[in-house]
């Protein structure tokens, strides 16, 4: 299991992955665009989502247990949320 967790909002698909250093929060644009941000939590990981968006983000889904590469499996999911 990756442990990741997925969201929608507008144009954009969030990512929050976990590791030995923290969480990192992802943001795919329907461009390809990738940007990242690292956060203690995953909690302030989603609230840094909602704040960038001003809008709460959501809902968060578990990523499916069958991923093994969330970059590109962030990076399709907003090419397909147009």
């Known amino acids: 299991m990756n442990g990741a967790l997925i969201a929608r909002a507008g144009q954009f698909v969030w ?43 959501g809902p968060w889904n578990a990523v499916p247990t069958g991923v093994s590469d969330l970059q590109a499996f962030g990076e399709a999911q907003a090419r397909n949320s147009n």
């Open 15 to 57: 990512l929050i992955e976990q590791n030995e250093d923290g969480f990192f929060l992802y943001k795919f644009g329907p461009d390809g665009s990738v940007w990242d941000t690292w956060h203690p939590s995953a909690e302030e990981a989603k609230a840094q989502a909602a704040y960038e968006m001003d809008a709460i983000v």
